[in-house]
């Protein structure tokens, strides 16, 4: 392949350089200024602005919300790491205050029979679903029905089984008839959301979401996330004031937190503990702790692995943690370091469980050495994330300082609760459980770690399993014999130490400062009945 | 050309066969399944036995794989087991996302490693040659995790003028999409740009050292002629070899890259579909994977032996 030319010239690469240079940055310029100079921007388009102003509060608007993990439709019917979008799209019957006291929702009012056996409900008449269908007390029925049915794994199950007759007087009135008294039905109130029964199979597709909800489902789009929309058709008059509400899926901390920063989104439950102090330097933002919610940090024990199988051993090492330290290290502060599960709003707690166990080091030891040991070896499985592994080693640090030797077992997500659910964990293990905020009888009942008949401890009590079965049975307790009832399991959990707590996390939540109004009920469904971007 | 394809299809269609086996087996072999997952923790065991009986999961596993194949063969992938939606829609829309930020970034590939390696060859300017050492070097360097933080932390929280995360689809809205495309399509591509840049350069050099070079400038060719038309074609054949391969490393760098900028494609949805021990997720996404692989390098041979003419006569 020659060719002949006519005239020489310089060397190839004389010549060459500015021209190439021209092509090659105009190329590269062209491509990059692509984004930057179009027409509009997508940093302006993202912070949505109220189209009203005056007097707080303000309408319109669409809320950006960062989640870490995507809606599961498989899992609307269980409290799931993801349970946000509940509340936005489905109404309760009835949701707790502070104090844990019953308000109406969807319910107006409500009357037990004085046996505990049946409670009667009065509902809404002004309901409808968002495809215009009246809200009736068929859709209660249905609702309670729903949750019996276990393939839909709703952690309150064995409340909603309990129920077992209906009987209607008239569109908004109901009777529920119960096997046996229980007190923790307004836990399945809050918990149970009232769908749409014809959709119901489309729902737990994600093909489509039809409650009575503040805002209506617009799209949703698999690993981006739901587009909500403002249901003008709300019960609530002239709620919500947002025009709509966009979560987005941000999988990674870092991306999140720059998502906060930079304005993108203006809520997020999902930033670590230990990245919290970057967002409180940044005065655009706020944080706020919620004492309920989310649950705890706890050490697991296979009681049948020995010398676990001693109590005395369980009890050295629930002394030997530095749950201040864990607290501190691992979740920036926002807790509570504890040795008994419950938060601080809930009935069952006191300042005497909580510091029943602290760190005491020497005394862990002393107790190793009475039941004769000195030195143990034991493996710990954890869940390979971030966050967890730093409690898990925090965990293997202080343990050592007793002679206690951990190996870590790093597992994902899925195999840990195989695990947790088959009763097949290793001697120790770390993972977190919920069920603590609301009556303390669910945490018994619904939380498995905890279950009296079965749990992943393999610690069964005949004493256990009569003061949770009377805590749960008996709804017409007075408070004082609900407090001793409380007492009673808080006193075996302590001295048993199946399961060690550590740390009470609440949901820690992190807005833009010009977002007002967010609330999340005891099982963290976000309410935004009344938020508004100012 | 038709007979060369032709020789080489059955052995992709083999590695394809084979793959599929390997993938639902080692995927079985992972502890933890769909249905305890979507059990939640607080599940008993006729919980968990109920959703393994609807998902299909007690049934014998040749008989789960037969089923697979099936499914796959009419087309109909059937619905996920946990993330939720049909299993094709869901691999629809990741894949047009990754298809979106690859052909971004190869794009960025082609212009910055042309330039790279262009300039780095050709230029006079002792000073541009380095400043390009140093771009390049450093582009290998630092991985995606760490430039994709930089990226975001400069242009999004401190400049704001691009969105940390997100995406647009390009169809609907191309300026916004533009937008959030252009930092992980930069950052997914600097790697390799930067080791495209370099085979160029040395392709070039060695191209503009033969000898009809030599010849053809003193007969007085322009040196912009002897690049494009002589040096440049000479060099581009393992260039465009390298590219093919790159083309895979995008894909796979694609997932991590996803979730630094909250981009919804096919690494977000393998991640999800795996957490949750999705089979029908992760197993026709892991085979599609294959397949674009093999066709990927099946297109590069064709561009190769189309390149260089001794190849298909091989």
């Known amino acids: ?534 | 050309m038709r007979g060369y394809l032709l020789r080489r299809l059955p052995s992709a269609l083999l590695v394809l066969l084979g793959a599929s086996f390997l993938i639902f087996t080692i995927l079985r072999l992972v502890p933890g399944d769909p249905a305890t997952s979507l059990a939640g923790p607080d599940a008993d065991a006729a919980t968990v036995a109920a959703i393994r009986e609807r998902l299909g999961l007690d049934a014998p596993l040749l008989s789960q794989y037969a089923h697979w194949i099936g499914s796959l063969v009419t087309g109909d992938l059937g619905p996920s087991y946990a993330i939720g939606g049909q299993v094709a829609d869901l691999i629809g829309d990741g894949l047009g996302a990754t298809a979106e930020l690859t052909a971004a970034a190869l794009l960025f590939v082609i212009v910055l490693g042309g330039a790279f390696g262009i300039l780095g060859a050709t230029s006079r300017s002792g000073w541009v040659r380095s400043a390009i050492r140093v771009t390049t070097t450093a582009a290998l360097a630092v991985p995606p995790f760490v430039s994709g933080v930089l990226l975001v932390m400069l242009f999004a929280v401190l400049l704001g003028v691009l969105p940390p995360g997100g995406r647009v689809p390009f169809l609907g809205a191309p300026d916004l999409a533009a937008q959030y495309l252009l930092l992980p399509a930069l950052c997914l591509a600097l790697p390799s740009a930067a080791v495209l840049g370099r085979y160029l350069k040395d392709g070039i050099e060695r191209a503009l050292a033969e000898d009809y070079i030599r010849t053809a400038t003193a007969a007085g060719v322009a040196p912009r002629r002897l690049l494009w038309r002589h040096a440049l074609p000479n060099a581009l054949p393992p260039v465009v070899t390298l590219l093919g391969m790159q083309t895979g490393h995008l894909l796979g760098g694609a997932v991590l890259v996803e979730a630094i900028f909250a981009w919804p494609g096919l690494g977000q949805l393998a991640e999800q579909g795996l957490s949750r021990r999705d089979y029908p997720v992760v197993q026709d996404l892991l085979l599609l994977l294959v397949a674009v692989f093999v066709v990927v390098q099946l297109l590069t041979d064709l561009v190769y032996a189309w390149l260089d003419p001794r190849i298909r006569w091989e």
């Open chain 1, 1 to 534: 392949m020659t060719e002949l030319y006519p005239s020489p010239s310089p060397s190839p690469s004389s010549g060459l350089s500015r021209r190439s240079t021209l092509l090659a940055g105009g190329g590269s310029a062209l491509l990059l200024g692509l984004g930057l100079t179009g027409c509009r921007s997508a940093v302006s388009e993202s912070a949505s602005a109220p189209q009203e102003t005056g007097a707080a509060p303000k309408r319109g608007g669409i809320l950006n919300l960062a989640i870490n993990a995507d809606f599961t439709p498989a899992l609307l019917f269980a409290q799931s790491g993801q349970s946000l979008q509940q509340r936005l799209i489905y109404n309760t019957l009835t949701r707790y205050d502070d104090s844990l006291t019953p308000k109406p929702e969807l319910a107006t009012s409500w009357t037990y029979a004085k046996d505990g056996r049946s409670i009667t409900l009065k509902l809404r008449d002004d309901v409808t679903f968002h495809d215009g269908r009246p809200f009736t007390a068929d859709d209660v029925i249905f609702a309670v029905k729903n949750l019996q049915n276990p393939v839909r794994a709703a952690q309150l199950r064995s409340t909603a089984a309990t129920i077992n007759g209906f009987e209607k007087r008239g569109d908004h009135e109901l009777v529920l008839k119960l096997a046996h008294p229980v007190n923790n039905l307004f836990d399945l109130f809050e918990f149970m959301i009232i769908t749409d029964e014809k959709t119901v199979e489309d729902a737990v597709t994600g093909k489509k979401l039809i409650g009575t909800g503040p805002f209506r489902l617009k799209k949703w789009s698999p690993g981006s996330g739901l587009s909500l929309t403002r249901n003008d058709s709300y019960w609530l008059p002239d709620r919500p004031y947002l025009d709509g509400v966009e979560l987005r899926v941000i999988p990674q901390a870092d991306a999140l937190i720059s998502s906060l920063r930079s304005g993108q989104s203006q809520l997020s439950f999902g930033v670590p503990g230990k990245s919290l102090s970057v967002i409180k330097s940044d005065p655009k933002l706020k944080i706020t702790n919620y004492d309920t919610g989310a649950g705890a940090i706890y050490l697991g024990v296979n009681t049948t692995v020995a010398p676990l199988n001693d109590k005395t051993v369980r009890q050295a090492l629930a002394w030997a943690i530095d749950r201040d330290r864990l607290l501190a290290q691992t979740l920036g502060g926002y807790g509570l370091a504890s040795a008994a599960p419950w938060p601080k709003s809930s009935p069952a707690f006191s300042e005497a469980h909580r510091t029943h166990y602290t760190h005491n080091p020497g005394k862990a030891r002393e107790l190793l050495r009475s039941a004769g040991h000195s030195k143990l070896e034991l493996p710990l499985l954890h869940i390979a994330l971030p966050g967890d592994t730093a409690i898990a080693e925090s965990i293997q640090y202080d343990l050592k300082q007793i002679g206690v030797h951990v190996t870590l077992e790093p597992t994902d997500g899925a195999t840990a609760q195989k695990k947790l659910i088959s009763q097949e964990m290793p001697a120790l293990w770390t993972m977190g459980h919920g069920f603590a905020q609301v009556q303390p009888s669910t945490l018994a009942v619904s939380a498995y770690p905890f279950n009296e008949a079965k749990n992943t401890s393999k610690y069964r009590s005949a004493a256990y399993t009569k003061v949770v079965q009377e805590a749960w049975t008996k709804p017409g307790t007075s408070a004082a014999g609900a407090n001793a009832l409380h007492e009673k399991i808080s006193g075996i959990l302590l001295d048993e130490a199946f399961i060690i707590d550590l740390v009470v996390r609440g949901q820690v939540q992190v807005n833009a400062d010009r977002l007002h109004g967010v609330a999340l009920n005891k099982f963290s469904y976000l309410n935004l009945d009344n938020a508004y971007l100012a």
